[in-house]
């Protein structure tokens, strides 16, 4: 089954609330609706072309998760079924159907809540350079994907488009927000990775860091955008694991590692990603969904 590769959405008929680097936000009543284009960025840059069924990839299997933790913190999801969206949204049921959901509209707090089991990525450069990570001092002599003694919480920015999220403190996160939100943002944050590492470690995933997002609903924190995708995270194959080197990974670090291996100068305009890189990114996309959830997408 071929997809149409959706790359923007334009819905007329509904109020267009946010765009995203890759999600396209509609106001719906109350609430929001968020689509899952087949948008890909990398180093906060988007690139012209679209991954095929990346969008239906991003929006199942953060389904998947935020049931699979709903016990730890409630989250925004209503559904994700077109056919009980409200009524102004029925003309869009073709290209809404699998790439979008319909959330409750919560007042984001404004840190990207990352954490770290392995050192990797930013993390790795920002050791190499400092010996440290958002503060926090680590022990001397680490290899690069090497397993932290225990999961560290490294908050950041949350930037605009084009712009670049930034590592921050906890004391520069305290800027941004009140001590009591950072304590449940990070507990929850570590208690989430806590639960999934172990459920991926047993389908063969090792899940290196991931980003989470909370906002405010009624006064109370929850979980909002999307959750462990494979934009968010580091999936790496647990029986191809070595300490001391990158990883072979099923996230967008493939199309970073191609436009590392051009010079990819990390501005726009982007580079026109290759046929091949376009179709691995695919497999790579709907590989791990169906390695996680045992479901197919196609």
């Given at each position: 089954m071929e997809t149409k590769v959706i790359l923007d959405t334009n819905f007329s008929n509904l109020k267009l609330f946010a765009k995203g680097k890759v999600r396209d936000i509609y106001e719906v009543g109350d609430n929001l609706l968020l689509v899952s284009t087949d948008r890909i960025s990398a180093f906060d840059v988007i690139m012209g072309q679209g991954i095929p069924y990346k969008g239906m990839v991003l929006t199942k299997i953060s389904e998947f998760w935020f049931n699979y933790i709903k016990d730890v913190i409630p989250n925004h999801l209503i559904t994700t079924n077109v056919d009980e969206y409200p009524d102004e949204c029925k003309e869009y049921a073709a290209d809404l159907r699998g790439r979008s959901m319909l959330v409750k509209k919560a007042k984001v707090?404004?840190?990207e809540c990352i954490v770290r089991g392995y050192i990797t990525g930013s993390g790795w450069k920002d050791y190499l350079a400092t010996g440290e990570i958002s503060g926090i001092k680590l022990a001397e002599g680490l290899q690069e994907s090497e397993k932290f003694p225990e999961p560290i919480f490294t908050p950041s920015t949350k930037a605009e488009i084009g712009e670049h999220d930034?590592?921050?403190?906890?004391?520069?996160?305290?800027?941004?927000?009140?001590?009591?939100?950072?304590?449940?943002?990070?507990?929850?944050?570590l208690e989430i990775y806590y639960k999934v590492l172990e459920f991926a470690l047993e389908k063969g995933i090792i899940i290196a860091d991931t980003k989470m997002e909370f906002g405010y609903y009624n006064n109370d924190i929850i979980l909002v955008d999307e959750l462990l995708t494979p934009d968010s995270s580091r999936f790496w194959p647990l029986d191809k694991y070595k300490k001391g080197r990158g990883q072979e990974s099923y996230d967008k670090q493939f199309v970073r590692d191609y436009l590392l291996s051009i010079n990819f100068n990390k501005q726009p305009p982007p580079p026109v990603l290759p046929d091949e890189i376009i179709k691995k990114t695919s497999e790579k996309y709907l590989d791990i969904y169906e390695k996680l959830t045992g479901e197919k997408i196609v």
């Open positions: 707090v404004l840190i930034e590592n921050i403190s906890a004391e520069q996160a305290l800027k941004i927000t009140d001590e009591n939100t950072f304590k449940i943002l990070k507990e929850k944050t």
